[in-house]
């Protein structure tokens, strides 16, 4: 009979093998089963999971519903092979994801955000950091896909940039084509970083000061700091780097709009820019922002009238 670690192995590698990252998963699944088998189980019981999802009593219940969540995929699994394997239920924890509130950006603060980054020192550093918020800006990139961007990756010539799967969400791999002054800028960076980095440590395309990758933490304090000294960050009003992404979505859809030209015809095409899996996903940001859901209102009132 193979022992529950061994199971947790076949399953992690046969969802893997799937395209499934499953990084959280293959972190906690092994922890799940020291659980079990300190609790004197042979296989995964819904009390023994429901125990093991909470045992952090402090956290918040949203980090226990996704311990469930993986624990459950593995019991579903394992039951297919064990019928004695339960399933714990999925509505343990009454919890509703909610999106942060978005903030969007004027253009104004956009570039006063680029001009706070380029005061940074070192000089390396700022010109990093002033690129790798104009490149959000002007490509609703994600914060992990621009970092992660290789030299190899960015076609300064053809003015393109190619995101792999290993390093999109959902595993998206997709083209990016840039507009002509985004290219300027990239190349006026490229220029920068080759003689104040002669000799990196890595080849990624944006680097630190030492020569290294940018890291996605380090872009959160940066981001945290130059909004708090631009007095953009408040106690209730916090900018993200990733609000650049939905600044640029949404800003895509209201020129669009008061363009007249119809929406639903190019909501696809905005999906596949921005690597959405489903136009799901692109919707929301219509519904999420007012200025959006005002001038739909006000193109349903120009064809229908006014209800009122």
């Known amino acids: 009979m193979k022992r529950l670690h061994d199971h947790v192995d076949d399953y992690l590698t046969m969802r893997r093998a799937l395209g499934f990252k ?8 092994p922890q799940l089963v020291d659980y079990l088998e300190a609790a004197g189980a042979t296989t995964v019981t819904r009390d023994l999971a429901v125990s093991w999802a909470q045992l952090n009593a402090a956290a918040h219940p949203r980090h226990w519903a996704k311990r469930l969540v993986i624990a459950r995929g593995f019991a579903s699994y394992l039951q297919t092979i064990d019928p004695a394997a339960e399933v714990p239920p999925d509505n343990v924890f009454a919890v509703r994801y909610q999106r942060p509130t978005p903030y969007l950006w004027s253009y104004v603060d956009v570039g006063r955000l680029l001009q706070a980054a380029e005061r940074m020192r070192p000089g390396l550093k700022a010109a990093t950091y002033s690129t790798l918020f104009g490149l959000l800006a002007a490509t609703g990139m994600r914060v992990g896909e621009a970092i992660t961007l290789d030299r ?24 990016v084509p840039l507009h002509p002054t985004t290219t300027d800028a990239l190349k006026r960076y490229a220029t920068t970083r080759e003689r104040l980095s002669p000799q990196p440590v890595s080849r990624a395309f944006l680097l630190t000061s030492i020569g290294k990758r940018v890291h996605p933490t380090s872009v959160c304090q940066i981001m945290r700091r130059l909004t708090t000294e631009l007095g953009l960050r408040t106690a209730t009003v916090h900018p993200r780097a990733h609000d650049l992404r939905h600044t640029f979505a949404v800003n895509t859809l209201l020129e669009q709009q008061r363009s007249g030209a119809p929406v639903d015809g190019r909501i696809a095409d905005l999906s596949t820019y921005l690597g959405h899996i489903n136009p799901a996903n692109t919707y929301w940001y219509l519904t999420a922002t007012p200025e959006l859901m005002q001038a739909a209102a006000e193109r349903l009132n120009a064809r229908f009238g006014d209800p009122s």
Do not use: P, S, Y
């Open 22 to 29: 499953l990084v959280l998963d293959g972190r906690v699944l």
């Open 152 to 175: 190899e990756d960015v076609d300064l010539d053809a003015g393109l940039i190619t995101i792999h799967a290993h390093t999109a969400k959902h595993d998206r791999a997709r083209l």
